[in-house]
């Protein structure tokens, strides 16, 4: 009886168990270290802290594993911007799930890779069933949806634009709003594409009549793209009524809901997303609102049948007689060659939690961007810019210039207290915070209002 294979090295329980355990060590002392969201000083002195406790990237003589894990480990929490922590709440940036994080350190020892069957068994098997999944949430009256993974926003647009192109040919015209992802404008340059005609969004959102009036005037094949959640402001685009004007003027829609999509776990939000399934193409972000550890995106399409335009050949990997014996077929599932698993941590987190439990994740933090800005609208030192729609405040010094605004917000980062992003809207900058943490609480966002009132310079003394 032959004996069992040894399990990859990076799988044996022993040494895996006892390093992770050093790595876990090292990420709480550093984050002890830091002490906040964001370690102070500034560029040049974490610069000059991780040379000093790097020295040589290629020693003559390797420190060995537990000394270099460690301390690049410490070294990265001491030096992080950490999405768990309350007061980070500039990006898109999530605290990963801890089982999300566990399912891909799975992914990672086992290092499947998604190219071929014989290299992914269960893994490409499980991507079928959960893509396919995902696809019928977002296009349910569809007769075939379908879904593939990629690594975020970016690449599903650009993907889509990719589909559209082929569906067309080169004079297919992008329409974005101007509220749109910079994502667009640089795939359309990739692809060889027309610039994108963007249509003007005073109020922040695709305002449907002017951009019907854009698309009557449009010749050859066209592809709007709408958003659900911009990244300035969490908007949604009036969907519905977007679909009709490209119903009317035979142009093809594509939603980037990279940020709002996951609304669809919400039954008490999801209504905001009325029309997503009228789009022919959707982006998707379960980094985002899904609490995924970067990265695990997705671009969903109505009709499988547009997948073809991605079919391609590499013998090694899909021989047309491997393919026709029956084992699956992966290029064509993605631009890239090599890529992770990174479905198994969005399976792990789906069955584990549900919908409900998802929902209650999205509604938790719809609710605190609601309670920051009630406080925002409390205090007389501060300006809101509006209600928020999903997790998006805008809010700034009350009467502060741009420069101010500007300062404001550096100078939180380099004294290393708060995490703000920044945003143009109406010709003026606005602090950003973007709710993504489902623990934060409300005497956190009392303790944010506090340090950004606080940080306001103060105007000089008057001269005698």
């Given at each position: 009886?032959?004996?069992?294979?040894?399990?990859?090295?990076?799988?044996?329980?022993?040494?895996?168990?006892?390093?992770?355990?050093?790595?876990?060590?090292?990420?709480?002392?550093?984050?002890?270290?830091?002490?906040?969201?964001?370690?102070?000083?500034?560029?040049?002195?974490?610069?000059?802290?991780?040379?000093?406790?790097?020295?040589?990237?290629?020693?003559?003589?390797?420190?060995?594993?537990?000394?270099?894990?460690?301390?690049?480990?410490?070294?990265?929490?001491?030096?992080?911007?950490?999405?768990?922590?309350?007061?980070?709440?500039?990006?898109?940036?999530?605290?990963?799930?801890?089982?999300?994080?566990?399912?891909?350190?799975?992914?990672?020892?086992?290092?499947?890779?998604?190219?071929?069957?014989?290299?992914?068994?269960?893994?490409?098997?499980?991507?079928?069933?959960?893509?396919?999944?995902?696809?019928?949430?977002?296009?349910?009256?569809?007769?075939?949806?379908?879904?593939?993974?990629?690594?975020?926003?970016?690449?599903?647009?650009?993907?889509?634009?990719?589909?559209?192109?082929?569906?067309?040919?080169?004079?297919?015209?992008?329409?974005?709003?101007?509220?749109?992802?910079?994502?667009?404008?640089?795939?359309?340059?990739?692809?060889?594409?027309?610039?994108?005609?963007?249509?003007?969004?005073?109020?922040?959102?695709?305002?449907?009549?002017?951009?019907?009036?854009?698309?009557?005037?449009?010749?050859?094949?066209?592809?709007?793209?709408?958003?659900?959640?911009?990244?300035?402001?969490?908007?949604?685009?009036?969907?519905?009524?977007?679909?009709?004007?490209?119903?009317?003027?035979?142009?093809?829609?594509?939603?980037?809901?990279?940020?709002?999509?996951?609304?669809?776990?919400?039954?008490?939000?999801?209504?905001?997303?009325?029309?997503?399934?009228?789009?022919?193409?959707?982006?998707?972000?379960?980094?985002?609102?899904?609490?995924?550890?970067?990265?695990?995106?997705?671009?969903?399409?109505?009709?499988?049948?547009?997948?073809?335009?991605?079919?391609?050949?590499?013998?090694?990997?899909?021989?047309?007689?491997?393919?026709?014996?029956?084992?699956?077929?992966?290029?064509?599932?993605?631009?890239?060659?090599?890529?992770?698993?990174?479905?198994?941590?969005?399976a792990v987190t789906l069955r584990a939690l549900g919908r409900t439990g998802l929902g209650a994740l999205v509604d938790l933090c719809l609710e605190r961007a609601r309670d920051l800005a009630d406080l925002v609208e409390k205090s007389p030192e501060l300006e809101l810019r509006d209600r928020p729609v999903l997790t998006t405040v805008l809010f700034r010094p009350a009467g502060a210039d741009d420069a101010a605004v500007a300062g404001v917000r550096r100078r939180l980062l380099a004294d290393g207290?708060?995490?703000?992003?920044?945003?143009?809207?109406?010709?003026?900058?606005?602090?950003?915070?973007?709710?993504?943490?489902?623990?934060?609480?409300?005497?956190?966002?009392?303790?944010?209002?506090?340090?950004?009132?606080?940080?306001?310079?103060?105007?000089?003394?008057?001269?005698?």
């Open positions: 009886m032959r004996a069992a294979p040894p399990p990859p090295l990076a799988a044996q329980p022993t040494p895996l168990s006892r390093l992770l355990g050093i790595a876990l060590d090292a990420l709480r002392t550093g984050a002890e270290e830091r002490g906040g969201p964001l370690p102070a000083g500034g560029p040049e002195a974490v610069t000059a802290r991780v040379r000093a406790a790097l020295g040589e990237v290629l020693p003559g003589t390797g420190t060995g594993p537990d000394e270099a894990l460690r301390t690049l480990v410490h070294l990265v929490a001491a030096g992080a911007a950490d999405p768990a922590h309350p007061l980070c709440a500039a990006h898109l940036h999530t605290p990963p799930l801890a089982l999300a994080a566990a399912a891909d350190l799975a992914a990672a020892a086992l290092n499947p890779s998604m190219d071929s069957w014989d290299q992914a068994p269960a893994a490409s098997a499980l991507e079928a069933e959960v893509t396919a999944a995902l696809a019928a949430e977002v296009h349910p009256t569809a007769d075939r949806p379908d879904a593939l993974v990629t690594t975020g926003g970016t690449e599903s647009n650009q993907l889509a634009l990719l589909l559209a192109r082929e569906r067309h040919g080169p004079r297919l015209t992008t329409v974005t709003g101007a509220n749109a992802h910079h994502s667009f404008r640089r795939a359309a340059w990739l692809l060889g594409l027309p610039e994108p005609v963007a249509v003007p969004t005073p109020r922040g959102l695709l305002d449907p009549d002017a951009t019907a009036r854009v698309l009557a005037g449009l010749d050859g094949p066209v592809l709007l793209a709408a958003t659900a959640g911009t990244t300035d402001e969490g908007l949604i685009d009036p969907l519905p009524a977007l679909a009709d004007a490209c119903a009317a003027h035979g142009a093809d829609l594509h939603v980037d809901a990279a940020y709002g999509g996951p609304l669809l776990f919400s039954d008490a939000h999801r209504h905001l997303l009325d029309g997503l399934d009228r789009a022919r193409t959707v982006t998707l972000d379960l980094h985002k609102l899904g609490w995924q550890p970067v990265a695990a995106g997705l671009l969903t399409v109505r009709e499988a049948a547009d997948l073809a335009a991605l079919a391609h050949t590499a013998d090694y990997l899909n021989a047309g007689d491997d393919t026709e014996a029956g084992l699956p077929d992966l290029l064509g599932r993605s631009l890239r060659t090599t890529r992770r698993p990174d479905v198994l941590k969005a207290r708060a995490v703000l992003g920044r945003a143009r809207a109406d010709g003026r900058l606005w602090l950003k915070a973007t709710l993504l943490n489902p623990h934060t609480t409300l005497d956190d966002l009392a303790r944010l209002v506090t340090l950004v009132e606080t940080a306001r310079p103060t105007a000089p003394a008057a001269r005698p």
